[in-house]
Antibody
Framework: QVQLQESGPGLVKPSETLSLTCSVS????????WSWIRQPPGKGLEWIGY???????NYNPSLKGRVTISIDRSKNQFSLRMSSVTAADTAVYYC?????????????WGQGTLVTVSS | SSELTQDPAVSVALGQTVRITCQGD??????ASWYQQKPGQAPILVIY???KRPSGIPERFSGSSSLNTSSLTITGAQAEDEADYYC????????????FGGGTKLTVL
């Protein structure tokens, strides 16, 4: 069983950088890709990007240029940085494990953390 | 197109069968996965690989696929199945990436 927990500031000022970390427990850190997904209040899910254990990344084209996902294998953590945030980036941010291949899916999810962009 | 289209809302009488659909060109090449999300909770995976159920997901949840449409079927819907349901698949437009459908709110009457 994989458990994920998001952490980071719940309030970010406009034009600043949002930073979140996801801590992963269990022995499967090298098995999966690791992803960030967000959900604006009252709206649907939006995939942000993912990183492989080796460090290969892939991002949602609509966010590319503002997003960086990194991995810390020594701590079983991966992180999200999103620059130049606006109110439109206000959302619950989830981290999740991603299984690639023919049966791709997000197997395990963190509980989510609300990030509000406001001055 | 890289979009996945779902009906915004569907209702079903308690104990009856309901099908929730997801349409998109990417589904011709990639299988869909389905997620259940209850208010205030994180999504959970209920179906992947068209018709595979993770451990702990009731047998009343099943999946199927045809051409550009994937479906999630709940046979004998229960009150606790009332939730939002999202489909998801990979797409290839330039670099391969991932997309979610807009979600379907299921009401159990």
């Amino acid at each position: 069983q994989v458990q994920l927990q998001e952490s980071g500031p719940g309030l970010v000022k406009p034009s600043e950088t949002l930073s979140l970390t996801c801590s992963v427990s269990g022995d499967s850190f090298s098995t999966y890709f690791w992803s960030w997904i967000r959900q604006p209040p009252g709206k649907g899910l939006e995939w942000i990007g993912y990183i492989s254990y080796a460090g290969t990344t892939n991002y949602n084209p609509s966010l590319k240029g503002r997003v960086t996902i990194s991995i810390d294998r020594s701590k079983n953590q991966f992180s999200l940085r999103m620059s130049s945030v606006t109110a439109a980036d206000t959302a619950v941010y989830y981290c999740a494990s991603f299984s690639s291949g023919s049966y791709s899916r997000f197997d395990y999810w963190g509980q989510g953390t609300l990030v509000t962009v406001s001055s | 197109s890289s979009e996945l289209t779902q009906d915004p809302a569907v209702s079903v009488a308690l104990g009856q069968t309901v099908r929730i659909t997801c349409q998109g060109d990417s589904l011709r090449s990639f299988s869909a996965s389905w997620y259940q999300q209850k208010p205030g909770q994180a999504p959970i995976l209920v179906i992947y690989g068209k018709d595979k159920r993770p451990s702990g997901i009731p047998e009343r949840f099943s999946g199927s696929s045809s051409l550009n449409t994937s479906s999630l079927t709940i046979t004998g819907a229960q009150a606790e199945d009332e939730a939002d349901y999202y489909c998801n698949s990979r797409v290839i437009t330039g670099n391969p990436y991932v997309v979610f459908g807009g979600g379907t709110k299921l009401t159990v009457l």
